[in-house]
C-alpha cells in the first residue's frame, strides 16, 4: 500500500469514527496541525506516527516485504482460501473466516 492510500484509510477511519483530527491528535499524543499534514499529503510521517495513530484508530499496521505483496493481495483477494481449493458449502472454511470466528 503506497503511504498516500496509507494515510487515505488512516483519514476514512478517523471520519468513521467520528473523531475530529484534534480529537485524534491528542489520544495519538501529536498535534492537530500534525494530523492535518499527514492527511493533506503536506508531510511525510514517520512509521511510528502511523502506528500511533492506527492504534488509536484501533487499526493494526504491518509491514509486508516487496517481494510477498502480490501472493499477500492474491490471499487477501481470495477471501483466505487457498489457491485450487474448492468453493462451496463443502469446501473448508478459509482462514480469514476462522480468525474472524476465533475473535467473536
Known amino acids: 500500500m503506497a503511504m498516500i492510500q496509507l494515510t487515505e484509510e488512516l483519514e476514512k477511519a478517523r471520519k468513521a469514527a ?48 516487496a517481494a510477498l505483496r502480490p501472493q499477500l493481495e492474491d490471499f487477501v483477494r481470495s477471501g483466505g482460501r487457498l489457491l485450487g481449493q474448492p468453493a462451496g458449502s463443502g469446501a473448508p472454511p478459509s482462514i480469514a473466516q476462522s480468525l474472524a470466528n476465533e475473535g467473536r
Not at 480529537?23 to 500534525?34: F, K, N, Q, Y
Not at 499534514?37 to 506516527?49: K, N, V, Y
Request: charged share 20%.
Open 18 to 65: 467520528a473523531l475530529s483530527q484534534e480529537a485524534l491528535a491528542t489520544r495519538a499524543g501529536l498535534s492537530r496541525m500534525t494530523v492535518q499534514r499527514i492527511e493533506s499529503g503536506q508531510i511525510d510521517p514517520r512509521l511510528s506516527t502511523l502506528l500511533e495513530m492506527a492504534r488509536v484508530l484501533g487499526l493494526e499496521l504491518m509491514t509486508v516485504p
